[in-house]
């Protein structure tokens, strides 16, 4: 007997999409072992448009660089968000006219879009080119959503919170459409290594250890000056950089040859990493946010992009799960504020514990599987 197929769709702009596709499918998997067929597709690059799809990832790198760019942008289009949907629809109806060839060839039972330009083309799929599959919408923002997602036309949304519902429906989408179910993390980090463990396993020494991490692009915070800042501290603490695909930079870190510094390009173990250190030093991307919280570590935050970014930071804040860094000096007072105050880390992680990410990812696996059913 055939197994329903669930086709993940997403694009890979910022670590938040495709983190989340895998969260969900992994979700899936753990809690439907083997019932389901799962693909995640970088979906305009699968379907043949490399050059629009770089061109919007560049733009995207540009943007995380010039922060101020991605704000400036989203008021705009929530500004008008009817013409935001015109100028979309029109730009990708090209690809909805392949997605729509693509998935009616082997239509699979569900398809999950998790970002807006897709929402929007993936609609237009089934509203005017006979994609016949149902296409839900997972919004990928935990606190918010902007003009982008609002495609009143679509079929089901799935939301992390209510501010993201109201969003929505301010923003042009029936309520009837949109179901808060939670946000989803990828099954590593709901079950990580002690920091023992991790610390073994990586090689790092049995000391303070903050984990300054850069997201996949190693862009949105000044590294040089924190790692500097950090390794003048008079308590020296161990100081690990993931740089992600910023190779220029991570040769810059590692030219320091401090004995307290280690250097990481990409890595696929960001969980042991989260579990290995005290601190989590860095911009408020929601996926990395949401799996530093998992793990169960307090983030400074040195940096934002988007307005989403904003609110997640006052959500970390508001909760006492993080802290806004300013200025060096911020940043030197808080990491000697935990050093000196052990318990605050311990404090730190009771209240993760009651965010309860493991059980939104379980509800939302639930979820999927109705939808698809």
Known sequence: MTRPHIAFATIAAG???????????????????DQFDLTISDLMQDLGFTAEDARHKAQWRWMLAHPWTARSGQRLID?????TRRVLRRSLDEVAK??????????????????????????????RYGLSTPVLTFATEPLDASALWAEPEADQFAVPSRPVLNDLVRLGVSADKIDVVGYPVQQAFLRPLSQAEARACLGLP??????VSLGGEGVGANAVAVVRTLLALPQTPQVVVIAGRNEALAGTLRAFASSQLAVRGFVDNMADYLAACDLVIGKAGPASVMEALAVGRPLLVTGYAGLNEVKLLRFLVTRGLGHEVRDLASLSAL??????????????????RQLELAGMTARLASYLQQAAT
Do not use: D, K
């Not at 049995?206 to 984990?211: D, I, N, P, Q, V």
């Not at 990491?335 to 993760?352: F, I, K, M, N, T």
């Open 79 to 83: 500004a008008f968000p009817a013409v």
């Open 206 to 211: 049995e000391r303070f250890t903050c984990l």
């Open 335 to 352: 990491v000697r504020g935990y050093q000196a105050s052990p318990h605050r880390l311990e404090a730190v992680a009771a209240s993760c």
């Open 15 to 33: 670590g938040g999409h495709v983190a989340t596709a895998r969260a969900m499918a992994q979700a899936i998997a753990a809690a439907y072992p």
């Open 98 to 127: 392949a997605a729509a060839q693509h998935f009616q060839a082997q239509p699979p039972a569900l398809i999950v879009a998790n970002h807006g330009f897709l929402t929007v083309a993936l609609t237009r799929s089934r509203r």
